[in-house]
Nanobody, 127 residues
Framework: QVQLVESGGGLVQAGGSLRLSCTIS????????MGWFRQAPGKEREGVAC????????YYEDSVEGRFTISRDNAKKMLYLQMTGLKPEDSATYYC????????????????????YGKGTLVTISS
């Protein structure tokens, strides 16, 4: 059973930083792609950042480029999202996601969604 468990969310002031973590277990084999998605109330879920589990390759949504950094620890089976320069519009529930197979280009997969999601961690940015 695939389990993706997020942690690290919370309430911070605008301009602050947070580091989200995701613990990965139960995958039948290494994921092809891992990512972070977010969903704010009344909005659709969007891909924020994605990274290939093996090799090179990352994608960032335009609004977070330069502020967020996605990284992974293959040995520990952990995924991270370092968020800096946080803005009120970054407030959302953030979800860790995994896809086991290549289904297209990295941006398309990150934008289109993945097979598995965690339950999410809430990030709230106060102005």
């Amino acid at each position: 059973q695939v389990q993706l468990v997020e942690s690290g969310g919370g309430l911070v002031q605008a301009g602050g930083s947070l580091r989200l973590s995701c613990t990965i277990s139960g995958l039948s084999h290494d994921a092809y792609l891992m990512g972070w998605f977010r969903q704010a109330p009344g909005k659709e879920r969007e891909g924020v950042a994605c990274i290939r589990w093996r090799g090179e390759g990352t994608y960032y949504e335009d609004s977070v480029e330069g502020r967020f950094t996605i990284s992974r620890d293959n040995a520990k089976k952990m995924l991270y999202l370092q968020m800096t320069g946080l803005k009120p519009e970054d407030s959302a529930t953030y979800y860790c996601a995994a896809d086991l197979e290549a289904r297209g280009t990295l941006p398309n997969m990150c934008i289109g969604g993945m097979d598995y999601y965690g339950k999410g961690t809430l990030v709230t940015i106060s102005s």
